[in-house]
Structure formats: C-alpha cells, structure tokens
T-cell receptor, first 117, second 114 residues
Framework: QQQVKQSPQSLIVQKGGISIINCAYENTAFDYFPWYQQFPGKGPALLIAIRPDVSEKKEGRFTISFNKSAKQFSLHIMDSQPGDSATYFCAASIRGELTGGGNKLTFGTGTQLKVEL | GAGVSQSPSNKVTEKGKDVELRCDPISGHTALYWYRQSLGQGLEFLIYFQGNSAPDKSGLPSDRFSAERTGGSVSTLTIQRTQQEDSAVYLC????????????FGPGTRLTVL
C-alpha cells in the first residue's frame, strides 16, 4: 500500500517558469510533510517542510501548499532555474512514531525536474 | 563541518554473498536511520537507532538484514545471502536528539547483486 502518491513522474519546465509537483497521502495521522531535493550521486537534502496547522509555507522561491481536507500537498518552485534540475521527493511522517522518538519518513516515488534554458 | 559519510560508495557482489555497508553519522547526532532506494521507487525506511537504546527494526524486509551501531556512532548494515532484489542504493541519515524532523542524508552506497 503506497501511503504517499507523487505526480508527475517527470517534469520539464522552461527557465523562469513555475514548477508544480503534487502529493497525496492516505494516513491522517501524518503530522509532518517535508520535501527533499536530490542531485545525482548525492543523498536527499531537506528543502522545505510544513505541518498541517498551516495551509502554506514559503521559503524564497519554494512554496508548499497544504490542503488537509483533500489530504494533498504540493511544491511550487517559482522562477525555476537550470540549477533546480534534480529529483524531488515529498514525504510524510508521524512525529516520534519510532521506538526511541524518531520520525519514519514515508516517501513518494519522486519527480525528475528538468529546467531548460 | 563534515556531513554523513558512507562506505563503500559502490559495491558489486554475487548472489548469496554477505555484504556490510558502513555509515558515519554527523558528530553529535544521536539518531541514525537506514533507508533503501530502489530504482524508480521512493526511499523505504529500514531501521532506526537512538543513542544506546534498542533499535526500531520495523522496516527490515527480512531476517537476512541486520544492523548494529557501535558506541552510539558508526553503524553497519549487514545483508546476508544477498539476492538480486537487494540491489538498491542504501542511504543513511542522522539527526540530533529532539529534532527528528531534520534528517541529514549521506550519499548512499549503491549495491549491485549479480
């Protein structure tokens, strides 16, 4: 059972355009929703995250929109740049779920973003 | 400062052999996670360590997988009698106690089982 569904699988955007990646989740107990950015040969790096008590969070060119009733959240990259070309993963977790207090991140399958000049 | 390091970066092995993958977390991070990233899939949680406490092994896919953490720092993931379906990138992450939200990932070990 895939608890976090991500779309699209791949995305091509022109430089300066808006990139939008969507995720939907099933488990209403999730209380933390991060987005990770991964470049080839590197591990994922935390980009931006949101908790369900707010509907939007913005950090620079990156914005998360969150719709609790629809169980959906999305990443918007404004003014997309070639340097943004990477794989993006959404994830969800329940804070402290793991024995010892850790967060088990449940990931989407990733979106390969390519920003063209 | 140094990030999470993993070794080897690549490992090719034959079916049936045992392999050991190593993770060095960020200094001072008491929490350590192992995830697996299979081709075309998202990351899948395997195991979690917090300090010297007993690990949360709820994500291990079979009893061929095990992990240990020595001295609350370095961790080793062992896969016994490897199978072709074990081929994946194995990622390690660490975080500070009390801040489980922010996990810092290493570059991973790419395991190929022939």
């Amino acid at each position: 059972q895939q608890q976090v569904k991500q779309s699209p699988q791949s995305l091509i955007v022109q430089k300066g355009g808006i990139s939008i990646i969507n995720c939907a989740y099933e488990n209403t107990a999730f209380d933390y929703f991060p987005w990770y950015q991964q470049f080839p040969g590197k591990g994922p790096a935390l980009l931006i995250a949101i908790r369900p008590d707010v509907s939007e969070k913005k950090e620079g060119r990156f914005t998360i929109s969150f719709n609790k009733s629809a169980k959906q959240f999305s990443l918007h990259i404004m003014d997309s740049q070639p340097g943004d070309s990477a794989t993006y993963f959404c994830a969800a977790s329940i804070r402290g779920e793991l024995t010892g207090g850790g967060n088990k991140l449940t990931f989407g399958t990733g979106t390969q973003l390519k920003v063209e000049l | 400062g140094a990030g999470v390091s993993q070794s080897p970066s690549n490992k090719v092995t034959e079916k049936g052999k045992d392999v050991e993958l190593r993770c060095d977390p960020i200094s001072g991070h008491t929490a350590l996670y192992w995830y697996r990233q299979s081709l075309g899939q998202g990351l899948e949680f395997l195991i979690y360590f917090q300090g010297n406490s007993a690990p949360d092994k709820s994500g291990l896919p079979s009893d061929r997988f095990s992990a240990e953490r020595t001295g609350g720092s370095v961790s080793t993931l062992t896969i016994q009698r490897t199978q072709q379906e074990d081929s994946a990138v194995y990622l390690c992450a660490s975080s500070l106690w009390g801040t489980p939200d922010t996990q810092y990932f290493g570059p991973g070990t790419r395991l190929t089982v022939l």
